[in-house]
């Protein structure tokens, strides 16, 4: 099998295309796949480390206002088009495969044009601005929510398979539970909460942890707190004569290495609400607090945080109304009554999605099989 994947910008573009790829790389070891992105983004460092070809070309996501730099964007993405053909005519993949972002406009355009099938996966709940331009044009979309599917109207097939994440539910038992957790610093005598804000942290939500402590809001809970490597310092400083290495029920760290672990001994998760998150709370069937990060793309994190508060999976604390008091309450509230805990976690386990890799991979032989008998 031959593959172009189109993944640019984000870890949330990037990984899913990684996971794809490296799926088909299980199934058929002898297929070869290159990746498009930019040289802008993180696919620069991420899709070499994987072991994969990357090869770039010039996209830019472009906004409605008229601007001699907005021109000069959509001139060079035009002539990113350009390099898209030449990449895929040289390449004859059987299928090119976008995961989002506007990367995806030059090459599934550029691989329709020649009559190459196409996939594209959205893992938000509110598809973005480059899946609804190519709706009409590409052959499979694939979701990783149902509440997504409505909101591609204009597409020929819409699948609900979910995002293929690296993390998964491991039924510990007790003494290997209760090893992790003294691995962390803590004990297993109070609730544990897994506070973290993505790789580069989350300041609102590191603010409202700061006040926790300095409140000594957190007597009834011990939380594990991944501050983000940047913010890590900050909030050491802001912290003042409290030393952030011995802060009783807390364990402050910049980032966690072995989160798979760390999410499966957690009782309940405050986080933001990328897509990914989502999938991996879902997964993991996890209570959580979610704090949906303000000003991105058609408020995407909030519609995908709604997946999980409309079953009554988690709780939604809007960023702008965030405070060490509230976040304690909400936190309080939850981790009090073991029953809510538990109804909660099953709720979000309930819309999971299983043998995600299995799915997407099934789909990409379909479209090969089905252009091969035309």
């Not at 994947?5 to 299980?26: C, D, R, S």
């Not at 997964?283 to 990060?293: D, F, Q, R, T």
Request: one cysteine or more; a positive charge.
């Amino acid at each position: 099998m031959r593959v172009i994947v189109a993944a640019a910008g984000t870890a949330g573009h990037i990984n899913p295309g990684l996971a794809i790829a490296n799926k088909i790389k299980q199934e058929q070891p002898n297929s070869e796949i290159i990746f498009i992105g930019t040289t802008r983004g993180l696919e620069n460092d991420l899709v070499p480390r994987a072991g994969y070809e990357l090869k770039t070309i010039e996209a830019y996501g472009l906004s409605k206002k008229i601007s001699f730099d907005n021109l000069k964007k959509l001139y060079k993405t035009f002539r990113g088009l350009g390099q898209a053909k030449k990449i895929v005519k040289e390449f004859k993949p059987d299928i090119v495969i976008g995961t989002g972002g506007y990367i995806c406009g030059a090459v599934i355009t550029a691989a329709s044009q020649q009559g190459i099938p196409t996939l594209l996966h959205e893992s938000n709940a509110f598809p973005g601005k480059a899946v609804k331009m190519l709706a009409k044009r590409t052959d499979t979309i694939l979701v990783s929510f149902q509440d997504a599917k409505d909101r591609i109207p204009d597409a020929k097939k819409v699948v609900c398979t979910g995002t293929p994440v690296k993390i998964k539910k491991q039924n510990y038992g007790i003494n290997e539970k209760n090893e992790i957790i003294k691995e962390n610093g803590l004990n297993s005598s109070k609730p544990i909460v897994l506070v973290y804000g993505g790789s580069q942290g989350a300041q609102k939500i590191n603010e409202a942890l700061t006040q926790i402590i300095k409140e000594k809001l957190n007597k009834n809970y011990q939380v594990i707190w991944a501050t983000g490597p940047k913010q890590y310092d900050i909030i050491k400083e802001n912290l003042g004569n409290i030393d952030i290495e011995n802060i009783e029920n807390m364990k402050v760290v910049p980032y966690i290495y072995d989160m798979e672990k760390v999410m499966n001994v957690a009782d309940l998760i405050v986080a933001r609400s990328g897509a990914m998150t989502i999938t991996e709370i879902s997964n993991l069937g996890k209570a959580s607090i979610l704090v949906p990060l303000p000003n991105v793309s058609n408020n995407h994190q909030m519609y995908n945080a709604k997946v999980l508060e409309k079953i009554n999976a988690a709780k939604i604390i809007v960023n702008d109304d965030l405070n060490g008091k509230l976040l304690n309450d909400t936190i309080t509230e939850i981790v009090s009554d073991k029953e809510k805990l538990k109804v909660m976690g099953d709720s979000a386990y309930s819309i999971s999605i299983k043998d995600t890799q299995d799915k997407i991979f099934q789909e990409i032989l379909a479209l090969i099989n089905k252009n091969n008998l035309k």
